[in-house]
């Protein structure tokens, strides 16, 4: 055996090999001047292994195998053609004997066949060489990154049902996501598995994409397809465990090979899967290498690892006497541990650009800090408390809110201890968690108003963003991985109306650093009302390293306050850049605040303060002005434009308001007539209506379509309310309606 492979071999023995795959499987090889292809296979308790296929009639004698070293069998077949089904047929020790699949194959059959399938991969021309030379030269903690997290089989499907290819779907879903403005897409697990509810979340082939979608070279063509147009591509890596089936990695030659031997602690009680042995030294190779591939092979700019916090705790959903503790008697899988910081030593070492995501629940300490510094390594992690905080804040009705105040405001006593992302993902609108706008209290309208104060929140609050795939129009149902996305419902005013405020939304956080370039440091964040629980109002401000600032305000009641006074960081004229309640948004358009003069009142630790009003439930985004004179601050008011307008241009075109004098009248709306099968997030063409529309028909049994809006004469009043002090509440006069039947939306 030549020396090169020898030290590979031991590498890969002691948990030192990077790619594994590159000699591990089956390769393109000559033997004697003969063309044919190479299998190898790790199997150090097997009995005996040989290859069997098509190219042999799957005869299990006619191709046996050697036991080279390091218990790494091979056999080279000159018979063998690309494109070729086989599998490992393993005898064990105990005479028995199984077929298995190659855990190294980079392509797989379409179940039920589990066989796997000679695949080269080589050939494929990449176009994404610009893209990555300027990944490679950004600071990722100080650039903008708000992420789509999409399920790839049923974002939308052909119309007679049928699944699109991985570059199929390219065609589609790029256009949406660059229109939409989401810097980066987070795709569900796509290495093979067997099991459709399980979302790929439980794998028999960590090397092959799987079938479901084509082959590997269309993924390939995903990925240049997603960087030409400037937007990363992250990945669902599921490196915690491994389902047990009989042709995977389970017992893989007859023994617990990749798995622990302790049955105590092989197996995750709630899943019924196997747990990889992350001390031994052939699946730190295996898991590691497939990492790299992933990255390397496929261009994938990252990987959110999943299932952290079972990895990192011995007694991670395990009762008493169910676990056995460590050396040192504790709970710690050190192991687990060791082992996640030499991935992400050595990922992060040879791509320090590349993303490595933590999901982990716990209080687990500095996940996303250097191992070198005693840390996990990872360079973010979702952040799971401000989560479960927000949502169930969000759900809580207004009326209780005040007493849950702390819910909006405890993520910002620990946003700067990690590198956040803020996760709205999949596991949050399945198994009877109903959908995210239903899980938003109140009727039709209110379901919307929330969320669109909720969505404003969440893109100023410090950290990442991620949403899940439906979210951004208002999706009712919740989601199954067995249909489509309802984008039906973008025939319909709500539904477009949010579309275009997430869209709207996406635009303002790219453009203005405030909300991303500073975002692991108290210098980026200040507050300015965490306390007005009585009202349900915070007030915060968000910085860039020039300075820059934007003023944040969220009303989390359907309350409208006016002479809301609160303390302002510098004199001058703020400039209200975004309100949630615009009407171009679907909302009730009751206020703007225009241009808003500082007075000298000191409040909240600031010299001058300014008097505003909060349209109800709603999130309001100011711009602060820069330390100027007043002379100079008054001459770029008049004529500079607002950043409201400029970021207006970007979304979808809503109409303009109706000038009147001494009086406000509404805006008139663009209807959306998009057809059930259109492409998503075309926008529809403006229309003229007398009637309302209807609401869509899967909204209807959960809620009533709103009806017809007139004029509005003349704002509502309300009593002043400042911060300091707590005002009578008054509800927003809504317009009237026509006459309608109104069901409530109903939640799951």
Known sequence: MEQTLHNAF??????DELRAYTFLGCHAAERDGVHGYVFRVWAPRAQGVSVTGDWNFWNTEDLPMTLVEYGIWEAFSAYAREGDAYKFYIRRRDGSAVYKSDPYASRNCALPDTSS???????????????????GKRKLLNCPMNIYEMHFGSWRRKPDGSLYTYDELADELVPYLKDMGYTHIELMPLSEYPYEPSWGYQVTGYYAPTFRYGEPKQLMRFVDKCHEAGIGVLLDWVPAHFPKD??????????????LEDPLMNEHPDWTTRIFDFGKGEVQSFLISNAVYWLEQYHIDGLRVDAVASMLYLDYNRKQGEWEPNKDGGKENLEAVAFLRKLNNTILGRHPHKYMI????????????????????????????WMNDMLSYMKTDPLFRAGNHNKVTFSFFYAFSENFVLPISHDEVVHGKGSLINKMPGDYEAKFANLRTFFGYMMAHPGKKLLFMGQEFGQFTEWSEEKQLDWMLLGYDKH????????TLNAFYKEHPAFWQIDYSWEGFQWIVPDDFQQSVVAFLRKDAAGKQILVVCNFNPVLREGYTLGAPVSGTYKEVLNSDDEAFGGSGTVHNKSVRTHKKPLHGFEQSITITLPPMSTLYFEVPTKRTRKAADKAETAGKTTAKKTAAKAEKPAKAEKAPKKTTRTTKAKAAAAAEEVPGKAAKAEKAAKP?????????EAEA?????????????????AAEAAPEKPARKPRAKKAAEPKASEK
């Open 10 to 15: 031991k590498r890969f023995s002691l948990g």
């Open 693 to 701: 529309k209807k609401a869509p028909a899967k909204a209807k049994a």
């Open 706 to 722: 709103p009806a017809e809006k007139p004029k509005r004469t003349r704002k509502p009043k309300a009593e002043a309310a400042p």
């Open 246 to 259: 009989e042709n995977g990695l389970y017992e893989f030659d007859g023994t617990c090979c990749y798995e």
């Open 496 to 503: 477009t109306e949010l579309q275009t405020y997430v869209k």
């Open 117 to 135: 399938r000679i695949c080269t991969l080589d050939g494929y021309t990449w176009g994404d060489a610009d893209y990555r030379r300027k990944q």
């Open 358 to 385: 933590a999901e982990e629940s716990t209080a687990w300490p500095m996940v996303t800090k250097p191992a070198s510094d005693g840390g996990l390594g990872f360079n973010f992690k979702w952040n799971m408390g």
